[in-house]
C-alpha cells in the first residue's frame, strides 16, 4: 500500500469519527429538546413565553429561557413569574447536566416527579409559589450538589424525606407555607437551619433542649478573703 493510501484511509478514518462524533452531539441535543418540548406540550402558556421552542431544531440552546453549555447541553431554565399552569412531567430527569430550575412563582400543579432526583448536576431547585400537591419525592436526596432548595408556598403534604439530610451542599432551604406532617428532621445539613425553613406547617415541634448547665463560679480573691477587723 503506497502513502497515499494510507493518508487517504487515515483522513477518512478520522473524518467518520468526526460524523460520528457530531451525530451523538446532535442525537444528546435531541433528547434534551424532547424532554423541554414534552414540557411545553404539558403546560398552558397564555403569554407565549415559550414561543421559541420549537422542537423541529437540531438544539433547545437558541430557545429562550434556556441555557447552554458548550457541548450544546442544557445547563439552565429560567421559566420564573411567566403565569404558565400545568404539570411538571417526569422527562425533566432526562436533562442530567442541568443546574438550575428556576418555575417559581407559576400556577404549576401536581406532583414533583420522582425522576427530578436524576438531575445529579443541580445546583438551585425552586418551585416556590405554585400550587404542586404530593409529597417530596425522596429521591432529591440524590441531588448532592444542591446548594438552594426552595418548596414554598404549596400544598405539599407527607413527611419531610430524611435523604435530604444527606445533602452536605445545601445553604438555603425553604418548606415554609405547605402541609408538611410528622417530624422535622434535625441531623445531617439540617442542624442548619432554624424553624423560619419549616414555618406554617402541621409538623411536630422541634424538642426544646435543656438549657445548658449552669458551672459553679469561683470567688474572686476580694470575695475570699475574711475581711480583718480593725
Given at each position: 500500500m503506497d502513502r497515499w493510501s494510507k493518508t487517504t484511509i487515515f483522513y477518512s478514518g478520522f473524518l467518520f469519527l468526526i460524523i460520528v462524533f457530531a451525530r451523538l452531539l446532535r442525537v444528546s441535543a435531541n433528547a434534551e429538546g424532547d424532554a423541554l418540548n414534552?414540557?411545553?406540550?404539558?403546560?398552558?402558556?397564555?403569554?407565549?413565553v415559550l414561543q421559541s421552542w420549537d422542537p423541529t431544531l437540531v438544539t433547545p440552546c437558541t430557545w429562550f429561557h434556556v441555557t447552554c453549555n458548550n457541548d450544546n447541553s442544557v445547563t439552565r431554565v429560567d421559566l420564573e413569574n411567566?403565569?404558565?399552569s400545568g404539570q411538571l412531567v417526569s422527562q425533566l430527569g432526562?436533562?442530567?447536566?442541568?443546574?438550575?430550575?428556576?418555575?417559581?412563582?407559576?400556577?404549576?400543579s401536581g406532583r414533583i416527579p420522582n425522576e427530578l432526583g436524576n438531575l445529579t448536576s443541580l445546583v438551585s431547585l425552586d418551585l416556590y409559589l405554585n400550587n404542586l400537591s404530593g409529597p417530596i419525592p425522596d429521591t432529591l436526596g440524590r441531588l448532592q450538589k444542591l446548594r438552594f432548595l426552595r418548596l414554598n408556598n404549596n400544598t405539599l403534604n407527607g413527611r419531610i424525606p430524611l435523604s435530604l439530610t444527606t445533602i452536605n451542599t445545601l445553604q438555603v432551604l425553604d418548606l415554609s407555607n405547605?402541609?408538611?406532617?410528622?417530624?422535622?428532621?434535625v441531623n445531617g445539613s439540617f442542624q442548619l437551619f432554624t424553624p423560619i425553613s419549616f414555618a406554617n406547617n402541621p409538623l411536630?415541634?422541634?424538642p426544646v433542649s435543656p438549657p445548658p448547665p449552669i458551672s459553679p463560679t469561683t470567688p474572686s480573691p476580694s470575695q475570699a478573703e475574711p475581711s480583718r477587723e480593725s
Open positions: 414534552a414540557l411545553k406540550t404539558n403546560l398552558a402558556d397564555p403569554n407565549s411567566a403565569n404558565l432526562q436533562l442530567t447536566n442541568l443546574q438550575y430550575l428556576e418555575l417559581y412563582s407559576n400556577n404549576i405547605n402541609q408538611l406532617t410528622g417530624p422535622i428532621p411536630e415541634a422541634l
